[in-house]
């Protein structure tokens, strides 16, 4: 079982498990029932987060208004993203990848 990018599992004590970043920074705590593929997707996610950030960073602030809007806008979508597989690891379900996030939304409450 391979993590993304340098991101890596930590066992604390018997019974839970911590996802940290590649920089060592603790993202989450999870418990030992929590699938490895449901981490994962946590992990990816915020890997796509991180990476939203870093170009909103580098060509948002000081683009044109409509460049700056669609940059915040794929920051907070990758942010809803890592939120949402957060919450799909915390409830142990799959989180299946819907277009959209309001889909993924409705999913989630349907459960």
Do not use: W
Request: avoid cysteine.
């Amino acid at each position: 079982m391979q993590l993304l990018d340098r991101y890596s599992i930590e066992e604390v004590g018997g019974e839970a498990r911590v996802l940290k970043r590649p920089n060592g920074y603790m993202l989450a705590a999870f418990g030992r029932g929590v699938k490895f593929e449901n981490i994962q997707r946590v992990a990816e996610a915020d890997h796509r987060y991180l990476r939203a950030k870093k170009l909103d960073s580098m060509f948002g602030v000081g683009g044109d208004p409509k460049s700056a809007y669609m940059f915040s806008e794929d920051v907070r979508t990758a942010r809803q993203e890592y939120l949402l597989a957060l919450e799909a690891a915390y409830r142990n379900r799959a989180l299946l990848r819907a277009p959209d996030s309001s889909q993924q939304r409705d999913f989630l409450r349907a459960q």
